[in-house]
């Protein structure tokens, strides 16, 4: 970098040239405004004067993460610097860098090598606010290096390698309020080394290695609040170690060795509030902690203490929350916690405590809180608790108590939760309780207790929550909950009660929760829950209940909610439920009952939802489901239930949704009667059958089939049932729909639509299949219905009157189906039919009477079947659309337009057409659009439009026509306006011409978008000049037809064959068909010789035969012969097509620009 390269910047006062690469920096000139410069992460190891200008305005210089081994005097070029940043360099000396910069106000040395601070480090930094020195290796501070710094408010001396403070170490730091030592190896305070540092109020000495706090170490701070002094390694602390710090709140001194602290060590500290002694291996003598009268909060935890001594906490009378745990207490002698008048936590748990010996607590008269949790604890003596009148909750959780006797808790008269877990015991004696007047929560969660005995509880008036969960309890006798009356709740989790006994409950008439989950109930006897009358939740689940018997939850007149999942019932007599009326929320699953009897559910008037799932249910008996008067949902997913009898539901008259499970087979009449269901789900059910009235006398509006195979709809499946509604069939198949199998569906729509039955292979449809089973209501109940979609079915018949009742049906789609026969009359009743669809089947004929009602119909697509012949459609007087492409239709007859006069839109696309008439199209004055493309027409004259004044688009396109007269053509359709004459047989010097008339009469023709292998006028296929090969391939086309009509004749004999006709013929049908084949082989020419002659062959072979071979061999021997033949022809037409078009490639391709 130049040394002028900012040499025009003058007024620049902020420059960053940090994260480069710079090893060196020269910068003479410029810059004399510059207030800020920023040379960080760079690479830069010596900063020379000379080679920076001096800049008297320069505020702040940042040099941190660099290689600087040293500064030198290049810093007295900015006079009036007053932050230096010089952290993450090399330096290891500080000498005299900064004695021009009396300015400087924030400076930054850390995480350096500097291993020693001399007298002259930081002379004439009188400014100096903020020195850090941190994560340097500083082992030495020379006596009052720090003594100009009079107004250094802030010094960091973390993390070096100090080991002592001595008297002359922080001289002159007048004004110094923070102070970090933290991290140092600092095993040495001489007495008085802070004297000077009066306005000091923060010090961090954490993580050194003091041994010893001698007298006066601290005096000075008068101002400090907090102290912390953990992770030394002290073992003593002497008298007046603190002297002097009386601001002091909060001491730390854990993780220590501390084991003896002189007798006025504490002396001093009359504001001390919190004191942490943790982790050390203190000794509790008698009044240790009596000079901390205000001492709040004492942590002595992880010390080593095998007993608690009288008097030991004599002396802190103010004491609110004392801490011991985890420090091996094993006797608490009488009298260790005198004069601690206010504490008010005593926390004692993870010791080793065996025996609560009589008056262990007593001199904490307002002690609230008593932890006594993870220790040894085996008895606890009679007024062991004695003067813990205020205690709120005693824990003594995970102990070894296997016993409680009488009055164990006297004393404890404000405690309000007693927790007992886990602590081994395995009986209680009558009367252990007493004295616990306030107690609102009681866990005896996880002991050994065997009995519940008469009277077990006594003692605990205002006992709200009980839990014995986890106990070994086998017997609940009776009365043994008697004078808990007001218990809300009780849980009796995981025991192995096997029987509930009449009065087991008895005296729990404020009891609103049970929990009898997993307790191997096998039996409940008759009155078991007599005086519950209260009880609202009865959870039971994962036990062995098999049967519930008649009326087993009687007395549970308030229960609202029941929970019986994984009990293993198999039976469910009647009324079981009786008086529960008030319950809503009931839950029985995880259970295998085979059959729902009469009356299974009576008495559950309140349940709203009633999930069965997955309950192995085969029967469900009529009335099953009785007495459930506002249940809106039933689910019975996953049962096994095949047939779904008739009056199933009867008595759910606020049913709305049901699901059902998988594999149903039947429906059976009036299944659904006398209910309100709205809403019916069936899942995954194969060869299901709809019976008649399945859903008749039911308030249905919505049922959907999923994933379901449907063997039958039977007639008036859905008689009676739906207005307005839905049917849905999602991925699902029908066989058959009887007559009437939909009838009165007044408004309902189907898959989304009107009547879309669309993709459900259906491959049967009765006639009538939509006639009302009401006559006189059909035209109403129908008048919606306009559209009838049966596409991508199976159906092959459409019968007489299949769709009779549908009398305004508008538009009706049965394409894409296998459709062969039409009956008569099956499109009866039709009158305002519109539009037909019928494509993609396998129709082979379509006449006159099969349409013969249709006389609205204006749109008949009749496309990709195999018609042969297409007959007039006399009646269809309104059609203007007609599809037939992708027939087989070869010939049109004079009259076949007979009675179409309207047609707009023709298309005769990819048939067989050979040629056309004069007057096929006469009648068609109104015709618009024409499609004949993609036939076998080889003429086209222009004649056969006698009257097509109307028509516009004209489509010709691959056909094998080789000459069109345009100029007649333009006359005889003078409105036409688009032509399509692509891929034909024109030769390209007559399409010119052909082109050149459409364009002067303004007729836009197709041209192909495709790239152009063969030769083409703008876009228009053509051809040049036919070869040999070019005349040869036509007469083997012809030949090939002639070929095909010969195996169509041959294919009509195999039939007659397989009718049993074929025995019955005669030679002469025989020769007949030889004959033709020799007339076929006359018309190939000298290029096919060779395959005639073999030919000939073959029939001469077939005739010498006749005599040892049947007819059926002989036709068999032909078709082979035919075959063969046909291979040879197309493989000699590929030759011959493959020379002409190399050819044509070596010559020029024609590009004739057509003008106007």
């Known amino acids: 970098m130049g040394d002028e390269i900012f040499g025009e910047?003058?007024?620049?006062?902020?420059?960053?040239?940090?994260?480069?690469?710079?090893?060196?920096?020269?910068?003479?000139?410029?810059?004399?405004?510059?207030?800020?410069?920023?040379?960080?992460?760079?690479?830069?190891?010596v900063l020379h004067s000379w080679n920076i200008p001096k800049i008297q305005t320069l505020k702040v210089l940042k040099l941190i993460h660099n290689d600087l081994?040293?500064?030198?005097?290049?810093?007295?070029?900015?006079?009036?610097?007053?932050?230096?940043?010089?952290?993450?360099?090399?330096?290891?000396?500080?000498?005299?860098?900064?004695?021009?910069?009396?300015?400087?106000?924030?400076?930054?040395?850390?995480?350096?090598?500097?291993?020693?601070?001399?007298?002259?480090?930081?002379?004439?930094?009188?400014?100096?606010?903020?020195?850090?020195?941190?994560?340097?290796?500083?082992?030495?501070?020379?006596?009052?290096?720090?003594?100009?710094?009079?107004?250094?408010?802030?010094?960091?001396?973390?993390?070096?390698?100090?080991?002592?403070?001595?008297?002359?170490?922080?001289?002159?730091?007048?004004?110094?309020?923070?102070?970090?030592?933290?991290?140092?190896?600092?095993?040495?305070?001489?007495?008085?080394?802070?004297?000077?540092?009066?306005?000091?109020?923060?010090?961090?000495?954490?993580?050194?290695?003091?041994?010893?706090?001698?007298?006066?170490?601290?005096?000075?701070?008068?101002?400090?609040?907090?102290?912390?002094?953990?992770?030394?390694?002290?073992?003593?602390?002497?008298?007046?170690?603190?002297?002097g710090m009386h601001a002091l709140e909060v001491l730390n001194i854990n993780n220590n060795n501390i084991w003896k602290i002189h007798k006025g060590a504490f002396e001093g500290l009359s504001n001390l509030n919190w004191l942490s002694l943790n982790n050390n291996s203190l000794y509790y003598r008698p009044y240790i902690f009596s000079e901390l009268k205000g001492l709040k909060a004492l942590t002595i935890t992880e010390n080593n203490c095998y007993e608690l001594q009288l008097d030991v906490f004599a002396g802190l009378e103010n004491l609110l929350y004392l801490n011991i745990t985890n420090s091996s207490i094993v006797v608490i002698s009488p009298g260790a916690f005198n004069g601690l008048d206010n504490l008010q936590h005593l926390e004692l748990k993870n010791n080793k405590i065996e025996v609560l010996e009589e008056d262990a607590f007593i001199g904490m008269p307002n002690l609230k809180t008593l932890s006594l949790e993870n220790n040894?604890?085996?008895?606890?003596?009679?007024?062991?608790?004695?003067?813990?009148?205020?205690?709120?909750?005693?824990?003594?959780?995970?102990?070894?108590?296997?016993?409680?006797?009488?009055?164990?808790?006297?004393?404890?008269?404000?405690?309000?939760?007693?927790?007992?877990?886990?602590?081994?015991?395995?009986?209680?004696?009558?009367?252990?309780f007493e004295g616990l007047d306030n107690v609102t929560e009681l866990d005896l969660d996880y002991n050994t207790i065997k009995v519940i005995e008469e009277n077990a509880f006594h003692g605990l008036p205002k006992l709200k929550y009980l839990t014995v969960e986890g106990n070994d309890i086998f017997i609940l006798k009776s009365n043994a909950f008697q004078g808990l009356s007001q218990l809300t709740s009780l849980n009796v989790l995981n025991n192995s009660v096997d029987s509930l006994l009449l009065n087991n409950f008895n005296?729990?008439?404020?009891?609103?929760?049970?929990?009898?989950?997993?307790?191997?109930?096998?039996?409940?006897?008759?009155?078991?829950?007599?005086?519950?009358?209260?009880?609202?939740?009865?959870?039971?689940?994962?036990?062995?209940?098999?049967?519930?018997?008649?009326r087993t939850f009687e007395g549970l007149e308030s229960l609202k909610n029941l929970i019986l999942t994984n009990n293993g019932i198999s039976e469910i007599e009647e009324f079981a439920f009786g008086g529960m009326q008030n319950v809503q929320n009931f839950d029985i699953r995880g259970n295998s009952i085979a059959t729902l009897n009469n009356n299974t559910f009576y008495g559950l008037s309140s349940v709203g939802e009633l999930n069965l799932t997955n309950l192995n249910i085969e029967n469900i008996e009529s009335g099953a489901f009785r007495g459930l008067h506002i249940c809106r949902v039933i689910i019975l997913t996953?049962?096994?239930?095949?047939?779904?009898?008739?009056?199933?539901?009867?008595?759910?008259?606020?049913?709305?949704?049901?699901?059902?499970?998988?594999?149903?087979?039947?429906?059976?009449?009036?299944?659904?009667?006398?209910?309100?269901?709205?809403?019916?789900?069936?899942?995954?059910?194969?060869?299901?059958?709809?019976?008649?009235?399945a859903f008749s006398e039911s308030d249905v509006r919505y049922i959907r089939f999923d994933n379901s195979s449907i063997s039958l709809i039977a007639s008036n499946a859905f008689e009676g049932t739906f207005r307005y509604g839905a049917i849905v069939f999602e991925n699902c198949t029908i066989d058959t729909i009887q007559t009437k199998g939909f009838a009165d569906l007044k408004g309902v729509?189907?898959?989304?639509?009107?009547?879309?039955?669309?993709?459900?292979?259906?491959?049967?449809?009765?006639?009538?299949?939509?006639?009302?089973?009401?006559?006189?209501?059909?035209?109403?109940?129908?008048?919606?219905?306009?559209?009838?979609?049966?596409?991508?079915?199976?159906?092959?018949?459409?019968?007489?009157?299949?769709?009779?009742?549908?009398?305004?049906?508008?538009?009706?789609?049965?394409?894409?189906?296998?459709?062969?026969?039409?009956?008569?009359?099956?499109?009866?009743?039709?009158?305002?039919?519109?539009?037909?669809?019928?494509?993609?089947?396998?129709?082979?004929?379509?006449?006159?009477?099969?349409?013969?009602?249709?006389?609205?119909?204006?749109?008949?697509?009749?496309?990709?079947?195999?018609?042969?012949?297409?007959?007039?459609?006399?009646?269809?007087?309104?059609?203007?659309?007609?599809?037939?492409?992708?027939?087989?239709?070869?010939?049109?007859?004079?009259?076949?337009?007979?009675?179409?006069?309207?047609?707009?839109?023709?298309?005769?696309?990819?048939?067989?057409?050979i040629s056309l008439s004069k007057n096929t199209f006469s009648k068609l004055n109104r015709l618009e659009f024409l499609d004949i493309s993609k036939n076998k027409l080889t003429n086209f004259n222009p004649d056969i439009f006698t009257s097509q004044n109307a028509l516009k688009y004209l489509y010709i396109d691959y056909n094998r026509i080789s000459k069109l007269d345009a100029s007649l053509l333009i006359n005889t359709v003078p409105n036409l306006s688009s032509?399509?004459?692509?891929?034909?047989?024109?030769?390209?010097?007559?399409?010119?011409?052909?082109?050149?008339?459409?364009?002067?009469?303004?007729?836009?023709?197709?041209?192909?978008?495709?790239?152009?292998?063969?030769?083409?006028?703008?876009?228009?296929?053509?051809?040049?000049?036919?070869?040999?090969?070019?005349?040869?391939?036509?007469?083997?086309?012809?030949?090939?037809?002639?070929?095909?009509?010969?195996?169509?004749?041959?294919?009509?004999?195999?039939?007659?064959?397989?009718?049993?006709?074929?025995?019955?013929?005669?030679?002469?049908?025989?020769?007949?068909?030889?004959?033709?084949?020799?007339?076929?082989?006359?018309?190939?020419?000298?290029?096919?010789?060779?395959?005639?002659?073999?030919f000939e062959d073959q029939l001469q072979m077939t005739d010498e035969n006749n005599s040892v071979m049947n007819v059926f061999e002989i036709l068999l021997v032909i078709i082979c012969v035919i075959i063969c033949v046909g291979q040879l022809i197309s493989l000699y037409k590929y030759v011959c097509r493959q020379y002409s078009i190399r050819r044509m490639a070596n010559r020029r391709q024609s590009n004739v620009a057509l003008t106007n």
């Open 507 to 550: 005296g729990l008439r404020s009891l609103n929760s049970l929990n009898l989950t997993n307790l191997n109930i096998r039996k409940i006897e008759s009155g078991a829950f007599h005086g519950l009358e209260s009880v609202i939740t009865l959870q039971m689940s994962n036990n062995q209940i098999a049967t519930l018997e008649s």
């Open 638 to 693: 996953g049962n096994k239930i095949k047939i779904l009898p008739s009056y199933a539901f009867v008595g759910t008259s606020m049913l709305q949704s049901l699901s059902l499970n998988y594999d149903l087979v039947e429906i059976q009449a009036h299944a659904f009667a006398y209910s309100k269901i709205k809403t019916i789900r069936i899942l995954n059910s194969d060869h299901l059958k709809i019976a008649s009235n």
């Open 749 to 913: 729509s189907i898959n989304g639509a009107t009547y879309n039955l669309s993709g459900l292979s259906i491959k049967k449809l009765h006639p009538g299949a939509f006639i009302s089973s009401k006559p006189e209501f059909t035209s109403i109940l129908y008048s919606s219905i306009q559209s009838l979609d049966l596409s991508f079915n199976n159906l092959s018949t459409l019968y007489e009157n299949s769709f009779e009742g549908l009398t305004r049906l508008r538009n009706l789609f049965i394409n894409n189906n296998n459709l062969q026969t039409i009956e008569k009359f099956a499109f009866y009743d039709l009158t305002k039919l519109e539009n037909l669809i019928l494509s993609h089947n396998y129709l082979e004929s379509l006449s006159t009477d099969d349409l013969k009602d249709l006389t609205k119909l204006t749109l008949l697509d009749v496309s990709y079947n195999k018609i042969i012949k297409l007959e007039p459609f006399i009646s269809l007087n309104n059609l203007k659309y007609l599809n037939v492409s992708n027939n087989k239709i070869s010939k049109l007859s004079v009259d076949v337009f007979e009675g179409s006069e309207n047609l707009v839109n023709l298309n005769l696309c990819n048939n067989e057409l």
């Open 979 to 1094: 032509i399509n004459v692509n891929n034909n047989k024109f030769i390209c010097s007559e399409l010119k011409n052909i082109l050149q008339i459409f364009d002067s009469n303004n007729i836009a023709y197709r041209r192909d978008s495709g790239g152009y292998a063969v030769s083409h006028i703008h876009g228009v296929t053509c051809e040049e000049k036919p070869s040999d090969g070019t005349a040869l391939e036509s007469n083997l086309s012809k030949l090939e037809e002639s070929m095909a009509n010969t195996s169509k004749q041959i294919s009509l004999l195999i039939q007659q064959r397989k009718a049993s006709v074929l025995p019955f013929l005669s030679m002469y049908h025989i020769r007949n068909v030889s004959e033709l084949m020799k007339r076929f082989n006359s018309k190939i020419d000298i290029h096919a010789n060779q395959i005639n002659n073999e």
């Open 376 to 432: 040894k604890i085996k008895e606890i003596k009679k007024n062991a608790f004695y003067e813990l009148n205020n205690v709120d909750d005693l824990f003594l959780k995970n102990n070894a108590i296997v016993k409680l006797n009488k009055h164990s808790f006297m004393g404890l008269k404000s405690i309000s939760r007693l927790n007992l877990t886990g602590l081994g015991i395995n009986s209680i004696d009558s009367g252990a």
């Open 9 to 45: 910047f003058e007024n620049l006062q902020r420059l960053f040239l940090d994260h480069n690469k710079l090893n060196t920096v020269q910068l003479t000139k410029g810059l004399e405004k510059l207030t800020t410069l920023d040379f960080s992460y760079n690479r830069i190891k």
């Open 69 to 243: 081994i040293s500064l030198e005097t290049s810093l007295c070029n900015f006079f009036n610097l007053e932050e230096l940043d010089v952290g993450y360099n090399r330096l290891k000396h500080v000498e005299y860098y900064f004695q021009c910069n009396k300015n400087l106000k924030i400076l930054n040395l850390a995480y350096n090598e500097i291993e020693e601070l001399k007298l002259e480090a930081f002379i004439n930094l009188s400014h100096l606010e903020d020195l850090i020195l941190k994560n340097n290796q500083i082992y030495k501070i020379q006596g009052s290096v720090f003594n100009d710094l009079h107004n250094l408010s802030e010094l960091d001396l973390e993390n070096n390698n100090l080991q002592n403070i001595n008297l002359t170490t922080f001289v002159g730091l007048s004004n110094l309020h923070t102070l970090y030592l933290r991290g140092n190896n600092i095993s040495c305070i001489e007495p008085d080394s802070f004297i000077d540092l009066k306005t000091l109020n923060f010090i961090d000495l954490h993580g050194n290695k003091l041994h010893t706090l001698e007298s006066h170490t601290f005096r000075g701070l008068s101002n400090i609040r907090i102290l912390d002094l953990g992770d030394q390694f002290m073992r003593t602390i002497k008298n007046k170690a603190f002297n």
